[in-house]
């Protein structure tokens, strides 16, 4: 999702890409939460963090506290910070019915987009990465 609103809403100033610890395939439920704020996601794929291990990055943000644990050290100069959010899946995964769970994504997907909204600035007043690189 952090990708999605980083490339609808500041794509022509930040080259996003998203990838994580582990590959789960694309979620059904973030691209039916994603699409309900005018954002398709059905065409990004799950990708590991190891696919960009020769990019250059000016900053590595995760966004959930399983990556920032387990992600390995994301080489280079890059500038990395953690913003977390909640996981939907984990949120998702008790609730009773498909709208109980989709409650999750949505809050999620907005709490995502005020964040995206932040930058570039956001980056800006940033002035020391945290040590334990982490990524998603």
Known sequence: M????????????????SAGIEARGLDSR?????????????????????????????????????????????????????????????LAKDARTDEQALRHYRRIRDEIRAYVETLPDALGRIKQTVSTPPHN
């Open 2 to 17: 952090a990708e999605g609103w980083t490339r609808k809403l500041k794509g022509d100033i930040i080259e996003a890409y």
């Open 30 to 90: 973030a691209v039916n939460a994603m699409a309900e704020a005018g954002v398709d996601i059905s065409g990004q794929r799950s990708k590991l963090v190891n696919e960009f291990k020769d990019m250059a990055f000016d900053f590595v943000i995760t966004v959930c506290d399983s990556a920032r644990e387990s992600c390995p050290i994301f080489p280079g100069p890059a500038k990395v910070l953690h913003v977390g959010f909640d996981d939907p899946p984990r």
